[in-house]
């Protein structure tokens, strides 16, 4: 280590703690991405596990969005739950976090995106996340409200993909810290 290095290291440890909001967070930033890690897990195991009882039902769901070709709303239909599942098993076993955080993030775009067209072409039906969907009377959609939920659930995955390090994390067991 050259002095110069050593210096900066010798500075970094008499540098005092950040106060505040930041300073918590600096502080406590491995037991928040636990957290973020448990919480978006959650939300993969509850959409996937209410799937995975009536993989045609779900594949029904996604042949009411009207927006993938026949040929693939059945692969889709059934493979869906088993990848949301996959997401949320990683999380709680802390592999690949950021990986699986960025995937999370894409996934809820994509469900977002399917939601928000069903909206601007006016096909009422329930977005079928969790269970089962299905049509619904014109006036009964939930649009806003599902939207405004996978914004919600967003902000877990950005915080993990941000900050993937956790505590009871197998990849920091096994890798050390994540880049």
């Known amino acids: 280590m050259t002095s110069m290095a050593s210096k900066a290291a010798a500075k970094d440890k008499s540098a005092p703690a950040a106060g505040g909001i930041r300073g918590f967070v600096d502080s406590n930033q491995q037991w928040i991405s636990l957290v973020m890690r448990l919480l978006l897990a959650a939300m993969w195991l509850n959409y996937s596990i209410g799937k995975l009882g009536s993989p045609e039902t779900n594949a029904q769901s996604v042949r009411d969005f009207k927006?993938?070709?026949?040929?693939?709303?059945?692969?889709?239909?059934?493979?869906?739950?088993?990848?949301?599942?996959?997401?949320?098993?990683?999380?709680?076993?802390?592999?690949?976090?950021?990986?699986?955080?960025?995937?999370?993030a894409l996934l809820l775009l994509v469900y977002i995106g399917g939601i928000i067209s069903l909206g601007a072409r006016?096909?009422?039906?329930?977005?079928?996340?969790?269970?089962?969907?299905?049509?619904?009377?014109k006036g009964h959609t939930r649009y806003t409200l599902d939207v405004l939920r996978d914004l919600l659930y967003m902000v877990?995955?950005?915080?993990?993909?941000?900050?993937?390090?956790?505590?009871?994390?197998?990849?920091?067991?096994?890798?050390?810290?994540?880049?």
């Open 122 to 137: 006016g096909i009422a039906i329930s977005c079928g996340c969790g269970g089962s969907g299905g049509l619904v009377p």
């Open 156 to 179: 877990p995955a950005a915080w993990l993909i941000w900050k993937p390090a956790s505590k009871l994390s197998l990849e920091r067991a096994l890798l050390g810290d994540p880049i």
């Open 67 to 104: 927006i993938l070709p026949e040929s693939l709303v059945t692969p889709f239909g059934y493979a869906q739950p088993y990848f949301e599942m996959a997401l949320g098993l990683l999380l709680i076993l802390g592999l690949g976090t950021r990986l699986v955080a960025i995937f999370s």
